[in-house]
């Protein structure tokens, strides 16, 4: 069956006109993935068929906003690997996610949007950053660049607990990936 929804996402990748895939095959058991740039509904698609074409998808989570997971076509992001997440509520949301690591029994990642949104925002949220520090995983950077076609995962990175040179690092890695909205990212941050 895996090798199946590999072969079906591959097909739907280049139907869609998306060309490649760089990344190594070579990552740890646990991870995070952060993706980016997030500015439209078109990044969770592309990122979903390149998650299972890597392998990645069957053992990986994602993190979505808590109305996608509502009736009537709630069930299908809960069956795609799908954790809502009530930005509204102050509900401890790195703690929450820590907790799925050190419950997970074997391979397990998160993949999520550092910037949290589809809009313009002036810098990413942090929160992914604690998680990994938390939980003691490395962070798998992933670009979507509309004007390649091109997913990327760059080389697998060990945060250093120096948040602000790790997050400079991160968002550098981004520069030269250009969003579906580039009006919508941040490329000077």
């Avoid at 080389?155 to 991160?170: E, H, K, S």
């Avoid at 550098?172 to 580039?182: E, G, I």
Wanted: a positive charge; one cysteine or more.
């Amino acid at each position: 069956m895996e090798w199946f929804i590999k072969q079906a996402c591959a097909i739907i990748y280049q139907i869609i006109g998306w060309k490649t895939i760089v990344y190594s095959k070579n990552r740890p058991k646990k991870f995070l993935m952060i993706v980016a740039p997030h500015t439209s509904n078109w990044d969770f698609i592309v990122a979903l068929l390149a998650r299972y074409i890597t392998g990645y998808g069957f053992n990986t989570k994602f993190i979505g906003k808590h109305t996608l997971f509502n009736p009537p076509f709630g069930f299908i992001f809960y069956a795609l690997g799908g954790l809502p997440v009530d930005r509204s509520k102050n509900n401890n949301l790195v703690e929450q996610v820590v907790e799925k690591y050190k419950e997970a029994k074997g391979d397990f990642g998160i993949a999520l949007a550092p910037e949290g949104t589809r809009k313009y925002i002036d810098d990413w949220k942090k929160g992914f950053y604690h998680i990994a520090i938390k939980a003691n995983i490395p962070i798998i950077p992933v670009g979507l660049d509309f004007k390649k076609k091109e997913t990327i995962l760059f080389d697998v990175f060990y945060p250093t607990g120096d948040i602000d040179a790790d997050i400079t690092y991160l968002k550098s890695l981004f520069k030269n990936v250009t969003a579906c909205h580039p009006e919508n990212y941040n490329y000077n941050s």
